[in-house]
């Protein structure tokens, strides 16, 4: 479509501002006119908004040229942001007042466009005054496009929508926020009067068709499953700028201070290099602690901080100061990753791996922002293990891989959630509304048996101990129709939402009482008046601490402490684990040749030499030890003695933390079970660890055949229950269905009454699960059929964990598919050094940090160059620790200890011992034992033995010709009538 089809208006308009459309628009205008379903899948920056809102913008050009435009909402723009809709809303009205400027110079006036924002920031009288007059443009967020569907007031500004734009919709599909917007995306069809033409805004991802399924919904999807919507994919062929950025000193399995320190000057010269830099890590802690660091190198002046955990001012601050060239560089976390405006980015730095092929794109993508511009990015590792990632991930990026994108199929708490809001302002038949949720494309398979099941707890309430005082259906079971109580709208409007909530204090700044940002709940109460702490890259003190408040005050300048957050780490993707596995089976073919290795590295990934040289490196001197490469194909279990006398399992399987976590819970579970033992355990992307203590020994290769992948989801779902993790997503997914609300008489819930109501709720829905151990039945727990203990199970089993990856997993060994290895080293090899080095959130029990076994190994480098050394035993060390082993005597009682422990001493051996240090009176401390009767001689076989009086019965039983001299009294020689 050129730009012909516009009214001459908006062509002149968009000729005054751009030279061309891009690639997005041009292939996107046409189908949007024409009133189909429009995909479009491109990277920031490439005019895919524009493309969006173009031609509903010609349509209420024409429309108000030609007459008055109705007040009614004709387009909805849906971004997960609440940041970019606020973006979108300014970047909205400059075309609109620019072609009303122009309209007014030509003589015809326009009358007003209104776009407006409507998201939980929107103050109420702004709420009120859209109500009376509803904007024609409606940029909202998920959360408040549900609610505006279930409040009365918003149904009636939403009846005349033609048009829905989904902004960012991958940024939400793979999620239960992506399945509540595909509901709330059918109810609004279902209200508006005509159809509605769906247009969704996308990274590129894959399979892309998966997000077009997800946009258009399960009635327009053929039979083949194409969905009916044009896809726009102009993503794939942008180049990336991607390097490695590593310190002098050579990288281990831990980053030390020093390493840091090196790292933190190589962002400070890019960042003097460049106009305005982006530094993306991970964790809120870390965004507190590399601006803060840097601000040392910088200045304060020349950093900001970015991430959720701080108030919608403080972040708005950090944009507006990073867009007008007011600060050098942002550090953040995923907050920035999608489109919020922040003007141009020369340079995007990634301290540690994102775990990520998307993520790393997205982040990289917010540099070269501009129309044919070039995204800039450089990886920064830490450690080895992230060293194997970052070139993988610049491997995947080469070879233009994507994570695969896997929707969740019907979330049960969602439909709850959305079955009460869509009867809270009309009646329905349960057909009619189980035909709306089957719409949804998360829904498209949803059992009529679980959607009843739903309908009967909401209609009966969750649990029979409540009663109706739970339920927010009334339900006609004659004529099988359902609509709200009366408290059914207040509840699903104030308590609604997939996001689930945190238990996060706030910070509140005195006197002003501006809302500063949250901390984590344990980092509040652990801190007390006088502690100054960083949040937002400024340094505040604690002037007290309430219920759910950390009141503070400005610091200025004295030395913070860095708050800590809790929450779960993100597992690799399968995808960088199949890129990672590859990489590490290329080097090991390539082994004999270590040019050869690294120059195969720096071909299939782009990076430098050095880079390349430290991983062949590391691959080698793992191999060294185990004498195999760990991959997709082949799993090690590797054995070694720590420091406390017992033994540390480390099982080598680059898999990713979600099916090794399933692995390694069900693994967990099955030993103790066997062997009535709790072990120390932890999993990472790489591996599984288990201290196994010096009381359990077993054939190291012997733990691959504990579980199948036709027992482990029966072992894994008895794991779970016992694990945290079920007994968080129950509350999530209890509030996700309104089970517990979040708000009750217009305030909040404070966060230990949800967690005490949680508990409750769970006592009465499975009451096995809270059970007291003591009066527990033997044999497993048997999991109720209700709507949610299912839905927490299968998150446990999806979300958490991964499996049916495993029992993939499984199945490959079993069949012979995956090579199965068993290694008993000498000391741990290189692949398990940060695996026994895994972090608080990898463990799978819940001993602290300072009392991990794992942590009792000493981990070493310096290793032989054969690596058959390694098997040998040196003959001087047997001898020795024989010595050892052999029990030290000084006196009469400790040479009894020692024949009670060794049973019988060939008085030749006792004798020859006398020349040893302090050994030279034994004789005389036997006759002074047998005057005592507490010893005697044994004769057997013409060999003579000392034994000890209290080991008599067992050696007559043992020896029945032996002569025991002096002869001993029959007590001692016969056994007890009862034994």
Avoid at 192 to 217: D, K
Avoid at 352 to 363: A, D, F, K, N, T
Avoid at 420 to 446: G, I, N
Avoid at 871 to 881: D, F, K, Q
Wanted: glycine content about 8%; charged content about 25%; hydrophobic content about 40%.
């Amino acid at each position: 479509m050129s730009l012909d089809q516009f009214h001459p208006l908006v062509q002149e308009w968009f000729k005054s501002r751009f030279s061309e459309p891009t690639e997005a628009q041009i292939d996107g205008w046409p189908a949007i006119a024409q009133g189909r379903h429009t995909l479009i899948a491109a990277p920031t920056g490439s005019g895919k908004t524009l493309a969006a809102f173009m031609t509903s913008i010609d349509s209420l050009v024409r429309q108000g040229l030609s007459g008055e435009i109705p007040d009614s909402t004709q387009v909805v723009y849906v971004s997960p942001l609440k940041a970019l809709s606020n973006d979108i809303q300014k970047n909205l009205a400059t075309p609109l007042e620019e072609i009303a400027e122009l309209a007014d110079a030509a003589g015809t006036p326009l009358p007003e466009i209104r776009a407006v924002v409507r998201t939980g920031d929107t103050k109420a009288s702004e709420r009120a005054k859209m109500a009376k007059r509803p904007p024609h443009i409606l940029i909202t967020t998920p959360e408040s496009l549900y609610i505006l569907l279930t409040s009365r007031s918003g149904r009636q500004g939403l009846a005349g929508v033609h048009t829905l734009i989904l902004d960012e919709i991958h940024a939400i599909a793979d999620d239960k926020r992506g399945s509540h917007l595909s509901l709330s995306v059918e109810r609004l069809c279902a209200l508006a009067e005509n159809p509605i033409v769906r247009i969704g805004l996308s990274a590129t991802q894959r399979p892309i068709e998966e997000v077009g399924r997800l946009l258009v919904g399960s009635d327009s999807i053929d039979p083949e499953g194409k969905p009916n919507c044009l896809i726009v994919d102009t993503g794939r062929s942008r180049t990336i700028d991607l390097a490695m950025q590593l310190p002098e000193r050579e990288l281990g399995p831990i980053a030390s201070h020093e390493l840091w320190g090196e790292a933190l000057d190589s962002v400070t010269d890019l960042v003097r290099a460049h106009g305005t830099t982006l530094v993306f890590v991970n964790t809120r802690r870390l965004v507190e602690r590399v601006s803060h660091q840097l601000s040392e190198r910088l200045g304060d002046d020349a950093v900001v901080a970015h991430h959720g955990s701080l108030s919608r001012t403080t972040r708005l601050a950090a944009e507006q100061k990073l867009k007008g060239g007011q600060v050098k560089v942002c550090v953040a976390t995923a907050s920035l990753e999608l489109g919020i405006d922040i003007g141009v980015v020369d340079l995007v730095c990634q301290i540690g791996s994102p775990r990520s092929i998307g993520v790393l794109l997205q982040r990289v993508g917010r540099s070269g922002h501009q129309v044919g511009g070039t995204p800039k990015g450089r990886l920064f590792p830490l450690t080895r293990d992230e060293l194997a990632e970052c070139i993988a991930l610049a491997r995947a990026i080469k070879r233009g891989n994507l994570d695969t994108l896997t929707i969740p199929p019907w979330p049960m708490d969602v439909l709850a959630q959305q079955i009460v809001a869509s009867c809270a302002q009309e009646e329905w038949t349960e057909s009619d509304l189980f035909a709306l949720c089957r719409k949804a494309y998360p829904y498209r398979e949803l059992p009529r048996e679980k959607f009843d099941r739903v309908i009967e707890v909401l209609s009966e309430g969750f649990t029979s101990r409540q009663g109706r005082r739970g339920a927010f259906l009334h339900r006609d079971g004659i004529n099988l129709k359902v609509k709200g109580r009366r408290g059914a709208p207040i509840a699903a409007m104030t308590s609604g939402g997939a996001i689930p909530d945190n238990a996060d204090y706030d910070v509140i700044l005195e006197p002003e009482e501006t809302f500063v940002g949250t901390v984590n709940e344990d980092f509040a109460i652990e801190s007390l008046a006088g502690d100054v702490f960083l949040l937002g890259n400024t340094p505040w003190k604690i002037r007290r601490v309430e219920s759910g408040k950390v009141r503070v005050e400005d610091a200025h300048g004295q030395p913070p402490t860095v708050p800590f957050w809790l929450g779960e780490a993100p597992g690799r993707t399968w995808e960088l684990s199949q890129e990672i596995s590859d990489l590490r089976e290329g080097i090991d073919q390539r082994l004999d040749d270590h040019f050869k290795a690294r120059d195969w590295v720096m071909s299939e990934s782009g990076v430098d030499q050095e880079s390349s040289r430290q991983l062949v490196a590391y691959i080698e001197e793992g191999k060294r030890i185990l004498g195999v490469v760990p991959s997709k194909n082949k799993v090690v279990a590797e054995r070694f003695f720590d420091e406390s006398g017992g033994m540390q399992l480390v099982i080598h399987a680059p898999f990713g933390a979600k099916i090794n976590r399933a692995w390694g819970m069900s693994l967990r579970k099955k030993i103790c079970r066997s062997f009535d033992f709790e072990l120390q355990a932890s999993v990472t992307d790489d591996g599984l660890n288990f201290s196994l203590g010096p009381g359990l020994s077993m054939p190291v290769d012997e733990v691959f055949a504990y579980l199948n992948e036709r027992t482990i989801q029966e072992v894994l779902e008895q794991a779970i229950l016992q694990a945290p993790l079920f007994g968080t997503r129950w509350r999530w997914n209890s509030t996700r269905a309104l089970a517990i609300l979040r708000h009750t008489g217009g305030r909040k819930v404070p966060a230990p009454l949800v967690r005490i109501r949680s508990e409750d709720l769970l006592a009465a829905v499975f009451p096995d699960q809270v059970a007291c151990q003591d009066n527990a039945m033997p044999g497993d727990i048997e999991i109720p059929d209700h709507p949610l203990v299912f839905e927490t199970m299968r998150d446990c089993l999806t979300e958490a964990t991964d499996v049916e990856g495993c029992k993939n997993l499984l199945g490959g060994i079993g069949d012979g598919s995956i090579e199965i290895f068993g290694r008993d080293t000498v000391q741990p090899s290189a692949f398990s050094h940060q695996i026994l080095n895994a972090m608080p959130y990898a463990f799978l029990d819940d001993a602290p940090l300072e009392e991990r076994r794992a942590r009792a190994v000493s981990l070493r480098r310096a290793l032989p160059e054969d690596s058959r050394d390694l098997s040998s035993l040196n003959p001087t060390a047997i001898e020795s620790e024989s010595a050892n082993a052999w029990p030290r005597m000084q006196n009469a009682d400790e040479l009894h200890d020692a024949l009670l422990v060794l049973g019988v001493l060939s008085e030749l051996t006792a004798l020859a011992s006398a020349s040893d240090d302090g050994m030279g009176a034994i004789e005389q401390w036997f006759e002074s034992l047998m005057i005592e009767n507490r010893v005697f001689r044994m004769e057997s076989d013409a060999v003579t033995y000392w034994v000890a009086a209290e080991r008599l019965v067992l050696l007559n039983s043992v020896y029945p010709e032996a002569i025991f001299t002096p002869a001993p009294p029959a007590h001692l020689v016969e056994a007890p009538a009862d034994q």
